[in-house]
């Protein structure tokens, strides 16, 4: 099945068009997302407008989506005025094909599974680090979802009593301390070149061992992390995704320092890199949609 895959974000469309898990044609676009959803919607169509020939769209998008009714329950500043987006119904009107809609990480880690890192796996969970942190809850191949269809937010696990402010309200969440953002943030203060991970990486192997106490710390965020995940759900696996897994430091870190934190019963959990990188969300949409055909 040929599938028209998008991977919407705040500030680009990634597309593929997906054949038996191979991408025939791929392009990516500003999303204008600080424009607000009127313009994201704009540029998703303009991106379908510049592909033909295939059976149906699969549009993975930022902000908390039900997947059943395809509309946008809620976006962040990211996207302003996307929030309520019937995103679905606008897109399958005009194009008249089957349109599936869902959450990034969601998307993300059912490519993982069907494609990358969580492959073989029945339950597996997908942890993305970047901005904040999005999660993921894979079980006997299915995106577990929740009551309201968002379950999965581990960013906003409370991992510090009165810690600092997160952008949900709340203080002392997970993300405010182990995202990729909160790493910057951390790295910044010591030395305002250090803008991103890559420049952060780059001086701790360059030996500067200030970097690396700070990147350890942060290491140590993750991790308190996972242990709480890793107890609840006593998973197989967990997949690790966001640009910052690239780093082989950081994965061979968390695994040689968790496991003398984790009781003896959880102790087999396998924590690996995501394997498709960017094209995670395209992957997943192509699965997806292929899974919905199976079941007409
Ligand atoms: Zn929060």
Redesign the pocket.
């Known amino acids: 099945m040929k599938v028209l895959a998008l991977d919407v974000g705040g500030t680009a469309i990634k597309s593929a068009l997906i054949l038996d898990g191979q991408i025939i044609k791929a392009s990516e676009c500003s999303s204008d997302g600080k424009l607000g959803g009127p313009y994201v919607i704009g540029n998703i169509m303009n991106t379908i407008d510049s592909y033909e020939d295939y059976e149906a769209i699969g549009i993975s998008t930022a902000g908390q989506v039900d997947s059943n009714r395809g509309y946008i329950i809620y976006a962040n500043d990211n996207i302003p005025n996307y929030t309520g987006t019937q995103l679905r119904d606008l897109i399958r009107k005009k194009y008249q094909k089957p349109v599936y809609v869902e959450n990034d990480v969601n998307a993300a880690a059912i490519g993982e599974g069907c494609y990358g890192a969580g492959r073989g796996e029945n339950d597996f969970l997908c942890l993305t680090y970047g901005t ?1 942190i999005g999660g993921a809850i894979i079980i006997n191949k299915k995106l577990y979802k929740g009551s309201r269809g968002v379950a999965g ?1 581990m ?2 696990m ?1 991992t510090h009593i009165n810690g600092l402010q ?5 203080q002392g ?4 301390y182990a995202s990729t953002a909160a790493l910057v943030k951390k790295s910044l203060v010591y030395n305002e070149k250090l803008t991103d991970g890559l420049h952060i990486f780059h001086e701790l192997e360059n030996g500067n061992t200030k970097v690396k106490d700070i990147v350890d710390c942060w290491i140590a965020e993750i991790i308190w992390g996972l242990i709480n995940i890793i107890h609840i759900f006593n998973p197989p696996c967990i997949v690790l995704g966001g640009g910052i897994m690239r780093q082989s430091y950081l994965i061979q870190s968390i695994n040689c320092k968790i496991k003398d934190k984790i009781m003896d019963n959880f102790k087999n959990v396998r924590i690996v890199a995501a394997k498709l990188g960017n094209n995670a969300g395209v992957f997943g949409m192509s699965a997806m949609a292929e899974q919905a055909a199976l079941r007409i």
């Open positions: 904040g937010e960013g906003h409370i997160c952008t949900c309200g709340k969440c997970y993300e405010q």
